[in-house]
């Protein structure tokens, strides 16, 4: 496998990500620790949470929107 690191300027990042939606990709988090804290508030979200409210990730990562810092 192959792993490419991109250093992406924030005035180009929407674009960018416009452009990468065309292809095919997967994205890779290498480091993610999730305290007993935040453990616990997923378990609790997911316990209480309704499955006609839950969207498929492809239109969940259409809505999210990345602050620019200027």
Do not use: C, G, H
């Not at 609790?44 to 990562?61: G, L």
């Amino acid at each position: 496998m192959t792993q490419i690191t991109l250093n992406i300027p924030d005035n180009e990042l929407s674009f960018f990500m416009k452009l990468i939606e065309k292809f095919n990709y997967e994205t890779v988090i290498n480091e993610f620790s999730v305290t007993e804290e935040m453990k616990n508030v997923l378990d609790e979200r997911r316990s209480t949470s309704k499955a006609d409210d839950f969207i498929p990730w492809s239109d969940a990562k259409k809505q999210l929107r990345f602050k620019s810092e200027k």
